[in-house]
């Protein structure tokens, strides 16, 4: 395995990236904005939909959490789903789903119906994310992956951002259920394109690679025996326990405890959203240039991990102890630090796995990482129905993302491609 220090090698040029990859990725850029926005939704809605069916904090935690039952236990198998089948159709049929259960939600009165929707909207969802390592483990080369990741990165902040900053208001002046029945079916649009440019659809010739190695397709074992499968399923319940935290009760947080008004809480909250996306992106980029430079993938990744989810622990604290004017500063640098870390993290597993081992070891960690989504949001309503306020749940939440940093640094091993061997079996 290479040492995880600066190379000696001469700088290596950057080629233009074909317009085909640059179709797809805006495309899978494009499907995890909506992703977001249809899994934060509810988050949103809370404060309209605690009143609207009487809910307790504790019922509102269980429905802002069982999404991620269904999302976390199906990663296994659309994980097995995208390096057993074409990609681009799982994805598609996942998105379908998706898009569906999000409209139906609209239609739903009561608590079990909508806690159905959400578990279906869990099942659609769960494809995103394996699809998306498949194909850019595949199509795209090392020194591409931290810009391809960051804007997927940034795109699934923005989607959230979104939600909260113009959805907060639609909500508020047409009512939630409008949002989530035209935001559903709208979302169908996206597609035709999508059958137009996918990996295999019509238009795709020009994505077209070379044969991948004849090495033997690593099985689930093989994947659970390596140190660094674990580093990164354990380093991403951290990130997603920070993710979800704030995707799911933000917004009740700063209505309910702040007392901002739904229009600046969709303010605050979007901005807060869009300096993550922002801090992704050029993160992304800057990681590409710093391993174009000569820099190995451990050092860079890491760094950009490691640091980033240090900062965003700090800044929370900061967050939940400061008046209201610092408190927005704070949880917008918590922000920007968590799109700093969040831009390099799949790069890393793609990496590590290759293109064969890509839809599994994804599945895997998203499985184990998405375990948070179940366990933040309900946590959380618990604790605040406890305590009668956020400071728990915040400090929580903070040292997690400091936990995150030990796993990624020092339970991960250094970014390497996993040699599988004839049999399978990888070496780290």
Same mark, same amino acid.
């Given at each position: 395995m290479a040492a995880s220090n600066l190379t000696s090698e001469p700088a290596k040029l950057s080629s233009p990236m074909p317009r085909a990859l640059s179709r797809i990725l805006a495309l899978l850029v494009v499907s995890v904005f909506i992703n977001y926005v249809d899994r934060g939704n509810l988050s949103i809605a809370a404060p309209m939909l605690k009143d609207e069916l009487h809910l307790s904090a504790s019922q509102l935690g269980i429905l802002l959490s069982s999404f991620f039952w269904t999302y976390a236990s199906f990663q296994l198998v659309s994980g097995w789903l995208v390096d057993r089948f074409a990609v681009g159709w799982v994805m598609a049929a996942g998105f379908f789903l998706w898009s569906m259960a999000t409209a139906a939600t609209g239609w739903m009165h009561g608590f079990l119906l909508l806690l159905v929707m959400r578990l279906i909207l869990g099942v659609g969802e769960s494809v995103a994310y394996p699809s998306y390592s498949k194909i850019l483990a595949r199509y795209f080369s090392e020194e591409k992956r931290g810009l391809a990741n960051a804007l997927i990165v940034a795109g699934n902040t923005c989607g959230p951002g979104f939600g909260v900053f113009f959805g907060g208001m639609l909500m508020a002046r047409y009512g939630w259920r409008s949002f989530f029945v035209a935001l559903g079916l709208g979302s169908l649009v996206w597609l035709w394109p999508w059958f137009q440019w996918m990996p295999g659809g019509q238009k795709s010739d020009a994505v077209a690679l070379a044969p991948l190695p004849s090495t033997s397709t690593p099985g689930a074992l093989d994947i659970l025996m390596l140190r660094s499968a674990w580093g990164t399923g354990a380093g991403l319940f951290c990130v997603n326990y920070l993710s979800y935290f704030l995707i799911t009760w933000l917004p009740f947080y700063l209505v309910r405890e702040r007392l901002f008004s739904m229009d600046k809480m969709a303010r605050v909250a979007g901005v807060s959203y869009l300096s993550a996306a922002g801090a992704s992106a050029f993160c992304g980029w800057l990681s590409d240039r710093w391993i174009l /430079?000569? %820099?190995?993938?451990?050092?860079?990744r890491k760094t950009f991990l490691g640091a980033g989810m240090a900062c965003a622990g700090i800044f929370l604290v900061a967050c939940v102890l400061a008046g209201p004017a610092l408190s927005i500063a704070m949880l917008i640098l918590a922000a920007a630090s968590f799109g700093a870390a969040s831009s390099n993290m799949w790069s890393i597993t793609q990496t590590l796995a290759g293109p064969r081992a890509a839809g599994r070891w994804t599945g895997f960690q998203n499985f184990f990482g998405n375990l948070a989504g179940v366990i933040a949001p309900a946590l959380t309503g618990f604790v605040v129905d406890h305590t009668g306020g956020f400071f728990w749940p915040f400090l929580i939440?903070? /040292?997690? %993302?400091?936990?995150?940093?030990?796993?990624?640094?020092?339970?991960?091993?250094?970014?390497?491609?996993?040699?599988?061997?004839a049999g399978g079996r990888g070496d780290l």
């Open positions: /430079g000569g %820099a190995t993938p451990t050092r860079v939440t903070a /040292g997690m %993302a400091g936990l995150g940093t030990l796993c990624w640094v020092f339970l991960v091993g250094p970014v390497t491609p996993v040699d599988w061997g």
